[in-house]
């Protein structure tokens, strides 16, 4: 009797150490450690978030998708807003993206361009005057969703 407790105790210790030390390996509990952030630069928006909690993987998959909605304006040279050319557009964002993971965390980064399409007539310029956002970055059990 004694040997089969002793075996026993040895079979529930080896599954607890074999436990203990898979463990780490599993993907941990993926969360936002600094963003989403959202900045425009120029005739584009840039989306990014620092993702921590993905274990030891060498890469993560992510989606950015929802739209963007624009209202561009045409200026002449003398800063004057002509009566047309006034235009309000929709884009629709379907975006993913492979990061590399290091430690279990990435930084993703998504670029929506052109966000204007307006072409002004000869000796105005496009000028973006607002731009207004409804998002979701999604991947590895996240779901962000991200608003102007």
């Known amino acids: 009797m004694h040997s089969i407790a002793k075996r026993f105790f040895i079979v529930v210790l080896t599954v607890l150490t074999l436990g203990l030390v898979a463990g780490p390996a599993q993907a941990g509990n993926a969360h936002v450690v600094k963003g989403p952030t959202v900045t425009r630069d120029g005739n584009s928006l840039v989306i990014t978030a620092s993702i921590a909690g993905l274990g030891n993987v060498p890469s993560a998959t992510f989606a ?85």
């Open 64 to 148: 950015l998708d929802g739209t963007v909605d624009v209202f561009s304006q045409c200026y002449n040279r003398g800063g004057k807003n002509p009566a047309a050319d006034n235009k309000e557009e929709t884009v629709a964002v379907e975006e993913s993206g492979t990061f590399p993971v290091r430690n279990g965390r990435t930084n993703v980064s998504f670029t929506v361009s052109p966000l204007s399409t307006l072409d002004c007539p000869g000796g105005q310029t496009v000028v973006i005057e607002s731009v207004t956002y409804d998002l979701i970055l999604s991947g590895q059990g996240l779901s962000i969703h991200i608003t102007s």
